[in-house]
């Protein structure tokens, strides 16, 4: 996807932190969006970040670097809910372009 | 009803058809996407529409064309399917640049 890097894979155990890295170019970019897929199912939306930071939603966070061309999903609390992939898309120009995804799985 | 509708969910198709994946509409979005998604992957964009009178290629649009026949409505197309364009596609709307992405429920495609 354009030079957007993300772990393919990570595991973390029920009730702890894990942090999901995402690179990409800077190139014309505007904006940076997480979501959270099921297997089979459609993404749905976790965050959307624009400007240099943490923004906090609940058990999420997400955080920005525009100049390093980096961000981080970091989840709290781990539930096994929360299994799933987690994709990482960047506002190019005007389109939206996805990572691969990260596949988190959580262990009991 | 959902906000985002796609038809069919499922198609079997053979190699050389051509065929058709619908995706309408209700929230009044003017921006639309098609993406595909192959196993265990993330979303490569096909096409992508800001206007009814407004088509871009997006990453991977080699095979595909698109119609978008009102606001309400973009089609993808595969004039003469392959085995490679297996996948899951799915439509997405966007109200404006700065919003989330509204998702359909997705198409899950077989050329054989």
């Known amino acids: 996807g354009q030079n957007i890097d993300q772990p393919t894979e990570m595991t973390a155990t029920e009730g702890a932190i894990v942090q999901i890295n995402c690179t990409y170019q800077?190139?014309?970019?505007?904006?940076l969006f997480w979501y959270q897929q099921h297997a089979g199912e459609a993404p749905t939306f976790l965050s959307y970040n624009v400007l240099d930071g943490l923004e906090e939603k609940g058990r999420f966070s997400s955080f920005l670097s525009r100049s390093k061309g980096y961000s981080y999903l970091l989840l709290k609390e781990l539930q096994m809910k929360d299994s799933a992939s987690y994709l990482c898309a960047v506002r190019r120009d005007d389109k939206i372009i996805f990572g691969k995804g990260t596949r988190l799985h959580i262990l009991p | 009803d959902a906000d985002v509708t796609q038809t069919p969910r499922n198609r079997i198709t053979k190699t050389g058809k051509r065929i058709m994946l619908e995706c309408s509409q209700t929230?009044?979005?003017?921006?639309m996407y098609w993406y595909r998604q192959d196993p265990g992957l993330g979303l490569q964009l096909i096409y992508y529409s800001f206007d009814v009178k407004d088509i871009n290629k997006g990453e991977i649009s080699d095979g595909y064309s698109v119609s978008r026949q009102a606001q309400a409505k973009f089609s993808l197309s595969l004039e003469s399917a392959i085995p490679n364009q297996t996948a899951l596609y799915f439509c997405a709307t966007q109200g404006s640049a700065n919003e989330k992405l509204f998702f359909g429920s997705g198409t899950q495609l077989s050329v054989l």
């Open positions: 800077t190139s014309g970019f505007n904006g």
């Open positions: 929230k009044g979005h003017d921006r």
